[in-house]
């Protein structure tokens, strides 16, 4: 059944009597005019609805404001940021608060570490130490990329065609490596010859040996802080804001420029140059670096001790990929950082203007993300060094001349023992690391408490101490006051140890507002 109006159910018809002809149309004129009202009512209703809204829009801050329109200053750009992916092997450890030290002095030790409250940003950390693999990734790329440029030498064949010198528009460019061009697997005789000369043969033994000697590494960094301090601002004018003094547009300002360079003797050449400010290129610093590990480390750091085994296999031999890189100086740690920069920003395109480089971790940024998210003495929440089933939390020594209670005898694989609440493993023991900091008495009081650092590029004619870097983590040879998070200790930049590797860190490209933290009631 259908419902609906009847014939006899008109809109017009009043009461429930019928109507005649004349009555009925007369009604629905009536109702036509009445409907006809309201239809202008309504339309002029919307009319003023329609102007209310443009008028809102033009000094309401919204509508047409929104697109810039209207007056209103709106701000440029996406609100949407850069979607950083996760680096390889990295994990995130969040900005936060630490009371950086030791606030007991130690008493087996007598030694005093400094203590203050700092707070530090967020950045990216290795969950592991780098381990041989990686660091022979490096190693690799350096001999591969001198082999390409020899194999263009025309001292060597000459072929062109291993080397980029122009752009795709064909502009002359500094000349680079081609990387897609794969090496000879068949060498003609030039080409044998560029191959060998990478090779040393040792008139003992007659073993043929790489001649780490040549594997240089040449890296620039510009220095955006120095360059950004006011007194070194090219315009005389700009050097200072007190308007009480007057410009001297012929003051002198000194800078000071690392640079180095390979002599005719296959010598690497370190120069600090101190000279007269002359324009922006003065904050580029040049540095080469000889990248091979000092294998040697194992028998100069233990004398009386037959480590013979550990000097011929521990960097060459595979079996020890997945163990950390040691023998490696501050300086090779540095160059390491530079060229996995370089590595990864050719992969990248058009993002890699917002990811930040990688380096070696501040000495507060290494203790901050060691102690874990509660800030515990160790990386562990145990103040014990063994869990409850009597398993040690890492790799070091625990006992007088008992290297091997914690089940290693030197270094161990890394990720063998278990991560802190950062996610982060070996934070304490396996190798000491590198940080990028000087080492001072002074520690972290001489330091800002907003993302401290203490920073000073020595000079090659500078004194000895002067090049002294904070190490902390302790190592597999180091008793358990030494493997605490806040423990420090030094060693010169150019000392390469057994017992001494390294991890790297990048800052954030992006950012976020956090909620304020809830403050505990007293």
Do not use: H
Request: hydrophobic share 30%; net charge neutral.
């Amino acid at each position: 059944t259908i419902v609906g109006r009847t014939p006899t159910q008109r809109p017009w018809a009043t009461g429930g009597l019928p109507q005649n002809g004349m009555q009925e149309s007369a009604a629905r004129v009536d109702w036509i005019k009445q409907m006809m009202k309201r239809k202008r009512q309504i339309v002029l209703a919307l009319c003023a609805f329609g102007l209310s809204l443009m008028v809102s829009g033009c000094f309401g801050g919204k509508g047409l404001s929104a697109s810039g329109r209207g007056g209103e200053v709106v701000g440029v750009g996406s609100s949407r940021s850069f979607a950083e992916p996760t680096p390889y092997g990295m994990t995130r450890v969040g900005r936060g608060y630490l009371k950086m030290g030791i606030e007991k002095g130690d008493s087996l030790w007598g030694k005093n570490t400094p203590v203050k409250d700092i707070s530090v940003d967020g950045f990216w950390m290795d969950e592991t130490e780098v381990t041989n693999s990686k660091y022979k990734q490096f190693v690799n790329w350096v001999r591969d990329s001198i082999l390409r440029t020899r194999l263009a030498d025309p001292a060597y064949g000459g072929d062109e065609t291993y080397m980029i010198t122009e752009d795709k528009d064909g502009n002359a460019i500094r000349p680079q490596v081609n990387w897609k061009k794969p090496l000879p697997r068949k060498p003609n005789e030039d080409e044998q010859r560029a191959i060998e000369s990478m090779y040393v043969t040792n008139p003992v033994t007659g073993e043929k040996l790489l001649d780490y000697r040549q594997l240089n590494y040449r890296y620039e960094i510009y220095d955006y802080t120095t360059a950004a301090l006011r007194k070194n601002r090219i315009l005389p004018q700009e050097r200072n804001l007190n308007t009480d003094l007057t410009v001297d547009p012929n003051e002198e300002v000194m800078i000071s420029k690392d640079t180095a360079y390979v002599d005719d003797n296959g010598n690497i050449v370190s120069e600090t140059i101190n000279r007269q400010l002359s324009g922006p290129w003065d904050f580029l610093n040049t540095y080469i670096v000889n990248v091979y590990p000092d294998t040697t480390c194992w028998v100069n750091d233990f004398t009386n001790s037959d480590n013979e085994v550990y000097l011929r296999n521990y960097f060459s031999n595979p079996a020890y990929n997945d163990y950390p890189v040691v023998g490696v100086t501050w300086e090779q740690a540095n160059a390491f950082c530079a060229w996995r920069t370089d590595y990864l920003l050719k992969g990248l395109g058009a993002v890699a203007r917002f990811v930040q480089r990688y380096r070696l971790p501040t000495e507060a940024e290494w203790e901050y993300a060691a102690r874990g998210k509660s800030g515990a003495e160790f990386p562990w929440e145990n103040p014990n060094v063994k869990n409850g089933q009597g398993c040690f939390y890492a790799n070091f020594k625990p006992d007088r001349g008992d290297y091997t209670q914690d089940g290693n005898l030197i270094t161990s694989r890394v990720g063998a023992y278990p991560s802190n609440s950062n996610g982060l493993y070996d934070m304490a023991g396996n190798v000491a690391e590198w940080t990028s900091t000087i080492y001072t008495e002074a520690g972290v009081d001489a330091m800002n408490d907003l993302n401290p650092q203490l920073d000073y590029k020595a000079a090659k004619e500078d004194p000895y101490r002067l090049k002294k870097k904070s190490v902390r983590g302790g190592s597999w040879k180091d008793p358990e006051s030494y493997i605490r998070s806040a423990w420090r200790s030094w060693e010169y930049q150019n000392q390469p140890r057994a017992y001494i590797g390294f991890r790297c860190v990048r800052s954030l490209a992006t950012t976020a507002t956090g909620k304020p933290q809830k403050q505990k009631s007293k």
